[in-house]
């Protein structure tokens, strides 16, 4: 049965908890992790470790069992994300908030949005305190302005890149890329984000359960392992997601789906298995055209890896100079 994530907005009544209780310390003492990246992320105390501490400014948006924030500490005025997770939310939600949590407690790239802090009170709210990225996502990106030039595509995705060739070498599959999953700030730094279907391998081989996530970014190995290459892992199937992903940014609708269409989950599970992977439009570039090519090899095994893709000519270039005009007008 597909566990296939729905978008649901929940009366979530969530003040911050009184200031100074006890209960609001973190289970894991910060800084989480180490300070020493300097990645632009908003300066931190070593210890944020008090709900009360923060100001909450707005509402950034909602997810499965939480909401997220934009709030500003009050001691030294930095800005971060702040997501709630309400402790009545369901058994599916608290487990997807705790892989997340468990997630970036280890993870440590400036492609991954940093978490600055998880307090937890028992039997209450778990808030986890992230750095704040200030232009949205590319999905946000993609509706406000329309659809992403070859250059700006090049350098996003060398970043997205870097984040699940680090995330990958860590054994971490993140099993939900796609345009929503990918936060930005204005200067245009893209960073994977959103790890409540996310899975730690323990060993290499091992196979990951397959439905979850979002199934319009499924592979096809995820519906059919035996099909498209004997062993669904995880690795591949991210790649598989990305290469979705550029494309819609690029073209500005769903690759499976022509413009505005909207489909059930049987359609677009058939359009992936047994339908012929989506080629990008004869405008583009055959370098850009090579590298999706690459991602959406529908036979997982031929499917390029993160760290094989970061030395193909669409992103070895970089192009950041190029681009910064570009990225200034977004
Ligand atoms: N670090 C952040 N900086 C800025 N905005 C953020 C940040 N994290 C999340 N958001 C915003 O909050 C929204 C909700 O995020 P959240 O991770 O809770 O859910 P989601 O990814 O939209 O949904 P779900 O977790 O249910 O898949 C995001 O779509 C994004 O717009």
Redesign the pocket.
Request: net charge negative.
């Given at each position: 049965m597909a566990l296939v994530?729905q978008?649901r907005n929940l009366n979530l009544r969530l003040p911050l908890p009184l200031p100074d209780s006890a209960d609001c310390r973190p289970r894991f003492p910060l800084p989480l992790p180490s300070a020493s990246i300097t990645d632009g992320a908003a300066a931190t105390s070593n210890e944020i470790d008090r709900l009360s501490d923060l100001e909450k400014l707005k509402v950034?948006?909602?997810?499965?069992?939480?909401?997220?924030y934009?709030v500003r500490h009050k001691i030294t005025s930095a800005i971060y994300?702040l997501?709630i997770v309400h402790p009545d939310c369901d058994t599916n939600s608290r487990r997807?908030i705790l892989r997340e949590m468990e997630i970036l407690r280890r993870t440590d790239s400036p492609f991954i949005?940093r978490c600055h802090g998880i307090i937890e009170k028992p039997f209450g709210d778990i808030a986890i305190l992230?750095?704040?990225?200030?232009a949205?996502?590319l999905?946000?990106l993609l509706k406000s302005h329309g659809t992403l030039s070859e250059l700006s595509l090049s350098t996003i995705t060398r970043q997205v890149l870097n984040g699940l060739h680090y995330l990958h070498s860590q054994k971490i599959v993140h099993r939900?890329i796609k345009p929503?999953?990918l936060?930005v700030n204005q200067n245009m730094e893209v960073k994977i984000?959103?790890f409540?279907v996310s899975r730690i391998m323990c060993r290499s081989l091992e196979p990951c359960d397959s439905y979850v996530g979002t199934c319009a970014y499924m592979s096809p190995e995820r519906f059919d392992p035996d099909t498209y290459g004997s062993n669904y892992n995880g690795y591949a199937a991210d790649i598989w997601s990305l290469g979705l992903t550029l494309f819609e940014l690029c073209v500005g609708h769903f690759p499976f789906l022509p413009s505005g269409q909207r489909s059930n989950w049987a359609t677009l599970m058939c359009a992936i298995c047994f339908g012929e992977p989506p080629s990008l439009p004869e405008t583009t570039s055959e370098e850009f055209q090579s590298f999706i090519n690459c991602c959406l090899q529908k036979d997982s095994n031929k499917r390029w890896t993160a760290l094989q893709l970061l030395s193909h000519p669409f992103v070895a270039k970089d192009r950041g100079s190029e681009n910064q005009s570009e990225i200034k007008s977004l």
């Open positions: 994530r978008r950034l948006g909602h997810g499965n069992g939480g909401t997220v934009q994300a997501k997807n949005v992230m750095e704040y990225m200030d949205g996502t999905d946000t939900d929503a999953n936060l984000a959103d409540g």
